[in-house]
């Protein structure tokens, strides 16, 4: 074996090093970029605040500590845009593309690092994949830019601020990033048809994947009956389909009954059931809102960290646990309790190394909200009795689990954190956006070449 294959970079560990460069690039130029004359007097960014943000942008979530429609000049919000656009894309993915665009040819680790973000197993067709992943963002961001732009030009100022606005809001709704120009995110159009729907489209089609689209796209080619179309997908596009169908009707449906007469006090019906649509659709991974969410009850709450921490679906823009995940753990447990030896799905049995890691997932980022909930309670709260601190533990627990989650939703404590609860989130924010199993890989000694297997003894479960 040779010195160059026994110092190689494990594969795992590239896209680590490639965002933690895209956060320390995009740190830099916050830090050195001027806040507006208005705040602050021309004072520039700290590191941490700058740190945070870069972080947030980059791993599309949302969570700020700042307005960054007042308080940031248009340059830092370029710089903003363009951390969600790499970061929801994926540095690797652009710098790819940007090579088979020039006509290069790209290496076999790239490939197989890229192979391992978006699909399941390798394809043939995987540069065709990768160019069209490239054509359905800009295609999809574009329309609803376009859409958007119809809305923003009549309450902005000028033309070519409600296009910079619809940009944007498009670019981070469809990288799920949460971030807004505006002070009260998307509130001011909670009863505007075409901006909360073409909000959800973007969020949506983000968050599916872009093996997903990319399968939609190809199979609609070739079968018009809706069946025959259904029934062509694989058993991932199929799993994501049905699982995002289900968790968006079940966030719906949680957010009409229990906010009907909270939150949504005063709304018309038609406003009620947008604003729930709305509110389902961005709490998984995109963090937007129409809703006050520290004025929402408990239940509520309760349901919207379910949803955070389950995400949105592999090989997309957003984080979580990833809706796969979720359904091979239900659908692991129901065959246990029919006594059957493998999960199943759509008449499909659901194979033993997906299954495994759909376990290492739901166990490590449980370890990862845990830890990360208890250093942000010790960095926020030290040890003060609980009759001193009634009501935070729930909104540091939800913030937490946003930041997981990439999601960008808080209960409002974001702008109040010190410096080491920043460092907890920001923490929490990369780990989420690259996958706890990823970090567990890149750190993980390298297997020895000796194979054996214990005596095997059973122990009481349950």
Request: aromatic letters at 10%; glycine letters at 8%.
């Amino acid at each position: 074996m040779g010195p160059n294959h026994r110092h190689a970079l494990s594969p795992w560990l590239i896209p680590i090093l490639s965002f933690a460069t895209l956060i320390a690039v995009g740190t830099a130029m916050l830090m050195i970029l001027p806040l507006r004359e208005a705040h602050n007097s021309h004072l520039h960014m700290s590191f941490i605040d700058a740190l945070f943000m870069a972080t947030s942008a980059a791993c599309v979530t949302g969570l700020s500590v700042m307005n960054i429609g007042k308080e940031l000049t248009l340059s830092g919000q370029i710089v903003i845009l363009v951390l969600i656009q790499l970061g929801g894309l994926g540095i690797m993915t652009f710098s790819t593309g940007l090579l088979l665009l020039l006509g290069r040819s790209i290496s076999f680790r790239s490939r197989f690092i890229l192979q391992d973000t978006f699909t399941y197993s390798p394809r043939s067709d995987f540069l065709s994949l990768l160019r069209r992943i490239i054509f359905f963002t800009l295609t999809i961001e574009a329309a609803g830019a376009l859409l958007l732009f119809t809305r923003f030009k009549k309450v902005s100022p000028s033309w070519g601020t409600a296009l910079y606005q619809a940009i944007f809001h498009s670019v981070s709704a469809f990288c799920n990033a949460g971030f807004s120009l505006f002070s009260e995110s998307i509130t001011g159009f909670r009863s505007d048809t075409i901006v909360v729907f073409t909000m959800c489209t973007l969020i949506i089609t983000g968050g599916l994947g872009f093996l997903v689209l990319h399968e939609l796209y190809s199979s609609t080619k070739m079968h018009r009956n809706l069946r025959r179309l259904w029934n062509g997908l694989s058993l991932h596009t199929r799993a994501v389909i049905f699982t995002t169908s289900i968790l968006l009707l079940t966030g719906t449906l949680l957010f009409v009954l229990s906010e009907w007469n909270v939150t949504m006090k005063g709304f018309s019906l038609y406003e009620r059931f947008l604003a729930a649509i709305f509110q389902s659709t961005t709490t998984r991974t995109a963090g937007f809102n129409t809703l006050d969410f520290s004025s929402m009850n408990n239940i509520t709450l309760f349901g919207t960290m379910i949803l955070m921490f389950i995400g949105a679906s592999p090989g997309s823009t957003g984080g979580g646990i990833k809706t796969t995940t979720f359904t091979t753990l239900v659908a692991l447990g129901w065959c246990r309790l029919r006594g059957l030896e493998a999960p199943s799905l759509f008449k499909r049995t659901i194979d033993e190394e997906s299954v495994g890691k759909a376990m290492a997932v739901f166990v490590l980022a449980t370890i990862v909200i845990v830890s990360g909930t208890a250093l942000l309670l010790v960095a926020e709260l030290g040890y003060k009795p609980y009759s001193e601190t009634q009501g935070l533990f729930i909104k540091y627990l939800f913030e937490a689990i946003s930041a997981f989650g990439t999601v960008g939703l808080s209960m409002g404590v974001t702008p109040t954190l010190s410096t080491w609860g920043k460092l907890v989130v920001t923490m929490l924010m990369f780990v989420g956006r690259l996958g706890p199993l990823t970090m567990a890989m890149a750190i993980r000694p390298s297997p020895t070449r000796a194979q054996y297997k214990y005596a095997e003894e059973k122990i009481m479960v349950g």
